[in-house]
């Protein structure tokens, strides 16, 4: 059974401040894909990254990094001097190969970041 | 556009009635999936589908039942069986399990 845990209910930053959320994940598959998504106000999930379980590396997408660490299990999100726009509920989910029937994508219960000025 | 559409956007019902929700998109892809969230709860899996006549039972599907009669078509029915239907529900869909998804706008489903 796949499984995603994000801890952070809440988190609670003031502008420029830098935060990371965290993603910690449970699979039995060797082969299988991670994501994060924002969900603004507005209710619409908006993706922002996917990554494989043959892909450690980091990536860097502006003010945007993510950690993905195998060892620990663990996918996290850095937002790099946070700014108002900021503010929204992000999700990590999970989703194994899948052979011929649809593969299963959970979610976690996600993190809402509040960025104040 | 491509996309995905759900409608309606609000939906208000009462106690006991079935209500539909239409999930529509022109992707091409072949998965498709309902989610539905709750406060402080996240997304959780209700049903999902790999292919026209095919779909499968996500994490909370009792009360809920799904078609899958056209590969951009699969609407889901919230019969009088759930307990607690109101909720906010979204509609997926993706080309494979490497994709990402791609979400509607959502069906905020409220019963009184």
């Known amino acids: 059974a796949q499984k995603v845990t994000q801890a952070q209910t809440e988190i609670s930053v003031v502008e420029k401040e830098d935060v990371t959320l965290d993603c910690v994940y449970e699979?039995?598959?060797?082969?299988?894909?991670l994501f994060w998504y924002k969900q603004p106000p507005s209710g619409e999930l908006v993706f922002l990254i996917r990554?494989?379980?043959?892909?450690?590396q980091n990536e860097i997408s502006g003010r945007y990094s993510w950690n993905f660490q195998k060892s620990t299990s663990s996918f996290n999100f850095t937002i790099t001097a946070s700014q108002v726009v900021d503010s929204a509920v992000y999700f990590c989910a999970l989703s194994e190969a899948g052979t011929g029937t649809a593969s299963k994508l959970t979610f976690g219960t996600g993190t809402r970041l509040q960025v104040t000025l | 556009d491509g996309g995905i559409t759900q409608s309606p956007k609000y939906l208000f019902r009462k106690e006991g009635q079935n209500v539909t929700l239409s999930c529509e998109q022109n992707l091409n892809h072949d998965a498709m999936y309902w989610y539905r969230q709750d406060p402080g709860q996240g997304l959780r899996l209700i049903y999902y589908s790999q292919i026209v006549n095919d779909f499968q039972k996500g994490d909370i599907a009792e009360g809920y039942s799904v078609s899958r009669e056209k590969k951009e078509s699969f609407p889901l029915t919230v019969t009088s069986a759930q307990k607690n239907p109101t909720a906010f529900y979204l509609c997926?869909?993706?080309?494979?399990?490497?994709?990402?998804?791609?979400f509607g706008q959502g069906t905020r489903l409220t019963v009184v």
């Open positions: 699979t039995r598959d060797t082969t299988y894909y």
């Open positions: 997926a869909s993706r080309g494979g399990g490497a994709h990402e998804a791609f």
């Open positions: 990554r494989n379980s043959f892909d450690e």
